[in-house]
């Protein structure tokens, strides 16, 4: 008899100590749960965050620190009803660090399903915390249960273990000079990366060639043209190649007169705030003997040393391509050149920078592009030609291209505005 009574005394015993210590982990299960507002947002880490409840009317804040720059952020959040007739109607959002709305997601909570948040950490700051909240309308409804995943994927450069940065004053040192180095940039997932700046030394008459080998390179929806530059010490522009298709390769190759810091940087040509530009590539450097130059100049036309050159017989090395103008105006972009050749007397006039060329055939390009991708949308396409416009402003600054060539840029421009601005009327 009274072994029984121990017997039971022991079996309910152990009863108790398991349900004591099995308890806290099934609370603990379902501790997920946001603070009511940024300054009290729950910080999460890299990994899965299950058993997160919300009420109707209620919103919870998380937040997610320490992004550095060329990493790319992942917020996955799976929504359930929690009870079996339909559910709430939710609202996800991302925010910066400043609480700057950056996404948001319309989220009717029926049935299983599963939401993604993207953010592309950029240059700009050393570290970086981003916030998300979930929010559930309805008074009447039935709030939802939620699981958070968070994962961050790194896009470091030259195997470094962080970015390049995008200004000269920020750069990635190469001290082994030589070699093949992977980068990446992106203007995508509400953020941007798009330059990436190196530097190196170059002894004296040493010669430096770069080639830039873009790899998955994708662009939406304009052209985003990439650009391969070299800056001696005083952050002056040496040599410099344009891309005029998506995946071409550009080279470039300067020799130095002295002993000095060179700098390269990769970036992207545009200017907009609209589509995405995302590439994986590769810097291949190569370094040799060769004669100093000061300046990427051109190579002058070849004429006979008995023969006075006369602007009428002699031409540039290449001709840009004939770019339509819209309807009604008549005049291509071989055809303003053409004007702005014949006119000049001595050959330093009229001899233009091959570099000059090819900067001004990218932004004719994007104006071509902007116009025949957005005449739909007449307040979006007058944005985007405006932006290509200061484009054009700060390139006329740095040097890269004439003033002629920017009243070229910016007839084109007014061209199109008044196309824009026709069509618009019509509609």
């Known amino acids: 008899m009274s072994s029984s009574l121990i017997s039971r005394d022991v079996l309910f015993s152990l009863f108790i100590f398991v349900l004591l210590i099995s308890f806290p982990i099934i609370n603990l299960s379902a501790q997920l749960k946001g603070g009511e507002s940024f300054e009290e947002a729950t910080p999460l880490s890299p990994g899965e965050h299950k058993g997160g409840e919300i009420d109707p009317g209620e919103v919870q804040f998380f937040m997610v620190k320490n992004i550095k720059p060329g990493q790319e952020l992942y917020v996955k959040i799976r929504l359930g009803p929690k009870k079996s007739f339909p559910g709430s109607s939710l609202h996800i959002n991302l925010y910066d660090w400043d609480g700057n709305l950056l996404e948001s997601l319309y ?15 950029g240059s700009d700051l050393s570290s970086h915390e ?7 309308d309805g008074a009447y409804m039935s709030g939802a249960n939620f699981d958070v995943t968070i994962s961050i994927s790194d896009h470091f450069d030259a195997d470094s273990g962080r970015d390049a940065g995008d200004t000269l004053e920020d750069f990635l040192e190469l001290p082994e000079g030589e070699g093949t180095y992977h980068g990446f940039i992106a203007i995508a997932n509400n953020g941007y990366d798009d330059a990436d700046c190196y530097k190196m030394t170059l002894n004296a008459n040493q010669n430096l060639k770069v080639k830039l080998i873009p790899k998955n390179y994708r662009s939406s929806p304009l052209l985003y043209t990439l650009v391969l530059s070299i800056y001696d010490e005083d952050r002056n522009v040496v040599a410099e190649s344009v891309s005029m298709q998506m995946d071409e390769i550009l080279n470039v190759e ?4 002295k002993r000095q810091d060179v700098y390269i940087k990769v970036h992207s040509s545009t200017g907009f705030s609209v589509g995405e530009v995302i590439c994986d590539y590769d810097l291949q450097i190569k370094l040799g003997e060769g004669q100093a130059q000061t300046s990427p100049s051109p190579t002058p036309p070849i004429m006979s040393p008995t023969t006075t050159p006369s602007p009428s017989t002699v031409s540039p090395t290449t001709a840009p391509p004939t770019i339509s103008a819209p309807t009604g105006t008549g005049i291509s972009l071989t055809e303003y050149v053409g004007i702005g050749v014949s006119i000049a007397v001595p ?3 009229w001899v233009v920078s091959k570099m000059r060329r090819s900067r001004l055939r990218v932004l004719m390009r994007k104006i071509e592009m902007t116009f025949r991708e957005f005449k739909s949308n007449a307040a979006e396409c007058e944005a985007a030609l405006l932006s290509i416009r200061e484009e054009a402003q700060r390139d006329l600054v740095k040097g890269r291209i004439t003033e002629e060539q920017f009243a070229l840029i910016d007839k084109r421009i007014e061209e199109y505005l008044e196309e824009v601005r026709k069509l618009q009327r019509r509609g």
């Open 130 to 136: 981003i916030y998300f909240s979930i929010r559930c």
């Open 347 to 349: 050959i330093s006039a």
């Open 254 to 257: 300067w020799t130095s007169p």
């Open 107 to 121: 989220c009717p909570v029926t049935s299983l399903e599963t939401y993604e948040l993207a953010w592309f950490a």
